[in-house]
């Protein structure tokens, strides 16, 4: 494993801990709180910011120049979810999570 400036070791933390964080929520919470919760668009978007993130930090952890683009992608669809998180409601957890993502991801991708 390359040597990760302690920036880059903070967004790789935050990216784990968003996807985890949308992988389960998604997966338990909503589905079993249905309604708004369950609707396709915010199950398909938590499961993306999941993915995303999770490729973000994998990206990272190669020391490839190449995370200037995936953390530029990923700090959008974390606001992205986090923003429908919010409109949802009752998904405080996700909601700091992803803007957590978003704003190291915003500084890893400058």
Not at 41 to 63: F, V
Not at 75 to 89: F, K, L, M, N, S
Request: with cysteine.
């Amino acid at each position: 494993m390359h040597h990760h400036s302690h920036e880059m070791a903070a967004c790789i933390e935050a990216c784990t801990a968003c996807a985890r964080t949308c992988l389960e929520e998604a997966m338990g919470h909503c589905l079993e709180a249905g309604g708004t919760h369950a609707e396709p668009r915010h199950i398909r978007l938590m499961i993306a910011c999941a993915e995303m993130c999770r490729a973000s930090a994998a990206i990272m952890m190669t020391g490839s120049e190449a995370h200037r683009h995936s953390c530029r992608a990923c700090a959008e669809i974390c606001e992205a979810c986090a923003a429908d998180c919010e409109r949802v409601g009752d998904m405080d957890e996700c909601v700091r999570t992803c803007r957590a993502c978003a704003e190291e991801c915003r500084k890893m991708a400058a």
